[in-house]
Nanobody, 122 residues
Framework: QVQLVESGGGLVQAGGSLRLSCAAS????????MGWFRQAPGKEREFVAR????????VYADSVKGRFTISRDSAKATMYLQMNSLKPEDTAVYYC???????????????WGQGTQVTVSS
């Protein structure tokens, strides 16, 4: 199985930027489609973005489209989420996920990181 470790979260003012990283180990990185999800207090975990095995296909939630960019570097076995124009409503714990399948539902991903906190102040 694959192990995932997120990093890059923190506290930022509204309008600022952060870049999250998700380092994968344990299995061939290119075998896995990858995704980012987030969970705010009292809310369900929601889809943010996903990227295909080769990186050639990406999908975003409407709430982040045009502000967030997902990417992956196979040489480094790492996935990224560049977050620009951050809003207070982006505050959540962000999780990276991996699976052999390509999907936008959290139920379609079997492997998860531990999460990284992103807090956007107004």
């Amino acid at each position: 199985q694959v192990q995932l470790v997120e990093s890059g979260g923190g506290l930022v003012q509204a309008g600022g930027s952060l870049r999250l990283s998700c380092a994968a180990s344990g299995r061939t990185f290119s075998n896995y489609a990858m995704g980012w999800f987030r969970q705010a207090p009292g809310k369900e975990r929601e889809f943010v973005a996903r990227i295909s095995w080769s990186g050639g296909s990406t999908v975003y939630a409407d709430s982040v489209k045009g502000r967030f960019t997902i990417s992956r570097d196979s040489a480094k076995a790492t996935m990224y989420l560049q977050m620009n124009s951050l809003k207070p409503e982006d505050t959540a714990v962000y999780y990276c996920a991996a699976d052999f399948r390509l999907g936008t539902s959290r139920y379609e991903y079997d492997y998860w990181g531990q999460g990284t906190q992103v807090t956007v102040s107004s």
